[in-house]
């Protein structure tokens, strides 16, 4: 079985099924970041959820940061000896959604419909 992450981008203590997986904890499931690789980034000077999450993605994937950001501000209140709440917690922006043109184009004042494509009822792409 081949990892989903290959060794030289950051996957440690093995694949499933390989000796030491047990070791490997994830703390960003939607961007496979890992315990180890959020405690290197700290211990090289990273110390905000600012810049593990420009350096990992760590809380940008689906779930923006729900199941993780807990996990990477205590990790940075135990490796700086803050308490959590001193932890400035980032910026977490909202997904965007997709917005249909047709709905657009019929929104705005005085335009011409006639040979736009998308009448709001499927998505133009």
Do not use: W
Not at 49 to 74: D, H, S
């Amino acid at each position: 079985m081949a990892c989903a992450k290959p060794a030289s981008e950051g996957a440690r203590g093995g694949c499933e099924g390989e000796a030491g997986a047990r070791d490997l904890v994830v703390i960003c499931r939607c961007e496979d970041v890992t315990l180890d690789e959020i405690r290197d980034l700290i211990a090289r000077g990273y110390t905000t959820v600012e810049e593990i999450k420009r350096i990992t993605r760590c809380g940008m994937g689906p779930c923006q940061g729900r199941t993780c950001r807990q996990l990477v501000l205590a990790e940075i209140a135990r490796a700086t000896g803050k308490d959590i709440a001193s932890v400035a917690p980032g910026r977490f922006r909202p997904p965007t959604k997709p917005v249909r043109l047709g709905g657009a184009v019929a929104g705005a004042p005085d335009s011409d419909n006639e040979g736009i494509e998308g009448d709001g009822g499927e998505q133009v792409r």
